[in-house]
């Protein structure tokens, strides 16, 4: 998955698909994106919300970039009919796997592909990577509206 199946095209900020602002909001902009997958990109600054005092990240915290990843992409691929965001909350974690680590300055791809959906209920991977090496990944659970 690497194109953009809507305008505007790729890439663009990912913030207005996201229901966080600074300091929360990690995630920059939206690589691509089509209605199963999407990808986002973040360069991590030392200043982030998930950097430790070595300049390292927490690695507990992907679980939150990869659920905003997955936020972008719902918002994208499932608008609400009135325009509003859609309301949803991650729910559960499954299988979360820390690969390797990472450091602020490094540039960082989180991919999300939705496997499932019932109900209101959505399931999703999502891999974090430093080019093509896997920092993280996991089966992320998802409520929405």
Known sequence: MTNCIHEPACPFPASPFV????????IEEVLGYDQTSGCVRLAIPSEAWFVQADGTWDPLSGIELMAQAAAAHER????????RPVKGLLVGVRKYVVKGGA??????TIHATRTADFGNFAIMEGRILR?????????LKFWHE
């Open 103 to 108: 450091c602020a300055g490094d540039v960082l």
């Open 19 to 26: 229901p966080h602002e600074k300091p929360m909001l990690a």
């Open 131 to 139: 080019g093509d090496e896997c920092l993280a990944e996991a089966e």
């Open 76 to 83: 994208l691929t499932r608008p609400h009919p009135d325009g």
